[in-house]
């Protein structure tokens, strides 16, 4: 749901909505026949760039070399293939990274420092990497005729052309992620535009979450970084899927300023509001996402002392192989739910705990109460399944997203490697 | 493994073996008809006494009361039930749990505050008071028959007793866990019982990991909370079910000093060495008894810079669902290993890490290696899986056991609750 459907609004055209990007997407053979594996994000001028990454210690190859390209907040172009994570194969994996970014470099005319590289797929495999630079040229050769057409003419917003890079950066997804929003400002729109991948139910070696934004408004990358992270921390960092964070996780976000809109305070004020969104519907996209994934949990903690606080408890929550469970189970655990919530490392009494499943109280002060069984059982029916926390400990809060423990998960994750 | 088998050697009577200790389990009637639910464990003189009880925030009212009794270091008793785990139901809640102590106290004629009281089961319900204290009061009157016997005659070691109490402390282990050893130093002997309960899938509800030890050793409560601290530490802290520690988790222990032992240092040591290695055992005990656990896992990390790091580490894996999916399916994948050892939070360079399957060589360095899939099977179709990291960071090392994650354990799990 949109924090204020009045300030901006749906637009078509994903990552290419915005003034002055391009997207596309192509089958370099990297993944099974007549599946798109390799996207291409341009932008026509240099932009402004942020960049936030897994926590994980094991970093893919490709996230050295961004982070490197990154230190100057600008870039121009993001390069993704699917498929293999580039991951663990020594510095074969640094080579691949960067002859990446120097094809894309090359056919676009733009210093390689300027080109961000993503992977996502199988650990320890050497990439392909004939088959990804073939894609690479022809994804750039694609990218510069839209170009040409869109000087020649207004550019039409080559909406195929991301929703296919939106279907290339996929793995185990069962659903493209994008979405595009168009915010009025004064003497003008800006728009934002995003692309994610990620699976409720993480597929072996390739559970990788990467986010993309793009937007033609004017903001400094420091500025930039500041509204990502913020973004992240309510969005990604709040997505619980099995607990696991992978080698390769990435949100990264190109501003190009191409809609000539320098943002007034309130302007950007809203503007943050709108990435925050995006951020989180996207999310929740993932939280739904999975093969196997029967329900959507989401976890509202309120009441807290500390933000913090909040968002340890409902991650917490989100993660426990318990809750995830009984939410399988369309059981009202609400003691799995407290005993999560009690080792999640933050503060609250436990004798001023209320838990809700939906509206319906099932646990008050810290103590179970009598509630219907039956209500109980429709709200759990449902594919999503809301709980809530009051803390009665402050004023802060927060939400985190899960999905439930079902047996295809185990299915999955117990195959053989293919 | 025992350590240093030359040390000291297996003997019967668990808890009930050092002397001066009894130990009765009954049927009281709170789990189902024909089970043992209520445990009574009696030193004839007051003990030194230490324990070690849950991180989760919410803890159950009968811990409570024993970090109470516990302050002054003595004690006399432990009451036991299973079946409701007397959490999150009020002021109730804290009655009960005297009332046990009470009772005992006055049948066994020692003050309430040396009387030690857990319970294990649902939370959320209240306690059904009148069947618990009726079975404390046969507990009791079975104990004090036994009592008048051994101080006729020299004591017959309650075995039959000690066994049920081990079983009346069981909610979902499929398997009793008890052991007893015997030390020999200058002069005599001490000896050393304990028995656990836990299982490697935690059934709704009762997901608790309890621990009691006896000693006849002569050792004061602040050093027996120090090698109690530190056997924990390495054992109970070290097993990973799913994930969740429940609100009732505690390991209590007395020493009564009825062996008139007063230990060397170096039969202290040795004497430290066999708590540690009771432990360990309890613990892996626990990992390996689940409903639908189909494989132990063992996950030693070497190398590391600090104790801490390696234990971290170590903990990760085991608790990765991903891992654990894998163990299931029997799939090698270092990749998972790899990753769950990455998010640990602990420091070392993934360039240097060694990942083993047994003794075979799956990663070197960071990268895959290619290493004989044929062997690989033989290693994960074993019932006892070892995995092994080497950091080659320092000289620290810990290891951790867990269980793999099965279909067995989302049946139990997403079970309604009963």
Redesign the interface.
């Known amino acids: 749901m949109d924090n204020n459907s009045i300030a901006w609004k749906f637009i078509n055209g994903g990552v290419a909505a915005p003034k002055g990007f391009y997207a596309v997407g192509v089958q370099a053979g990297i993944k099974a026949k007549d599946k798109y594996d390799v996207a291409l994000v341009f932008s026509q001028v240099q932009a402004q760039a942020a960049g936030v990454y897994t926590?994980?210690?094991?970093?893919a190859h490709p996230l050295y070399l961004t982070q490197r390209h990154l230190q100057n907040g600008l870039a121009q172009a993001i390069v993704v293939n699917s498929g293999n994570a580039n991951?663990?194969?020594?510095v074969a994996g640094d080579h691949a990274a960067l002859a990446m970014a120097q094809v894309v470099a090359t056919f676009m005319a733009v210093p390689a420092e300027d080109v961000l590289v993503a992977s996502t797929g199988?650990?320890?495999?050497e990439m392909p990497i004939d088959r990804v630079l073939s894609g690479i040229r022809a994804a750039s050769a694609e990218l510069l005729g839209d170009m040409v057409k869109g000087i020649r003419e207004p550019k039409e917003i080559s909406e195929n052309g991301a929703h296919r890079a939106a279907l290339a950066i996929m793995t185990t997804d069962t659903t493209v992620k994008e979405r595009a929003y168009e915010l009025p400002c004064e003497g003008g729109v800006v728009r934002l535009g995003g692309m994610a991948k990620g699976s409720g139910m993480?597929h072996?070696?390739m559970?990788t979450m990467l986010g993309f934004l793009t937007t033609d408004a004017n903001i400094a990358s420091s500025e930039l970084q500041r509204i990502l992270r913020e973004a992240v921390d309510e969005s990604f960092n709040m997505v619980t899927v099995?607990?696991?964070?992978?080698?390769n996780d990435m949100v990264l976000f190109l501003a190009n300023g191409a809609s000539g809109m320098t943002l007034s305070k309130e302007e950007l004020s809203n503007f943050e509001n709108m990435v925050k969104t995006m951020c989180i519907q996207l999310a929740q996209d993932i939280a739904r996402d999975g093969e196997g994934a029967s329900k959507f949990m989401e976890v509202k903690v309120f009441g807290a002392k500390t933000k913090e606080d909040a968002q340890k408890i409902a991650k917490s929550i989100c993660?426990?192989?318990?809750v995830k469970?009984?939410l399988?189970?369309?059981?009202?655990?609400?003691?799995?739910i407290?005993?999560?919530?009690?080792?999640?490392g933050?503060?609250?009494n436990?004798e001023k705990v209320d838990i809700l499943l939906g509206d319906l109280i099932v646990?008050q002060?810290?103590?179970?109460v009598a509630f219907s069984e039956e209500k109980a059982k429709e709200i759990l029916a449902l594919k999503d399944v809301h709980i809530r926390l009051n803390l009665h400990m402050g004023e802060e809060q927060a939400t985190a997203w899960g999905c439930d423990?079902?047996?295809e998960?185990?299915?999955i994750?117990?195959?053989?490697?293919t």
């Open positions: 926590r994980n210690l094991v970093k991951a663990c194969v020594g199988v650990i320890g495999v993480i072996p070696n559970g099995d607990g696991d964070t992978s080698t993660g426990s192989s318990l469970a009984a399988f189970g369309e059981d009202a655990n609400w003691g799995r407290f005993t999560a919530a009690g080792y999640a933050a503060e609250f436990p646990a002060a810290g103590r179970g423990l079902t047996h998960y185990v299915t994750n117990g195959s053989y490697r």
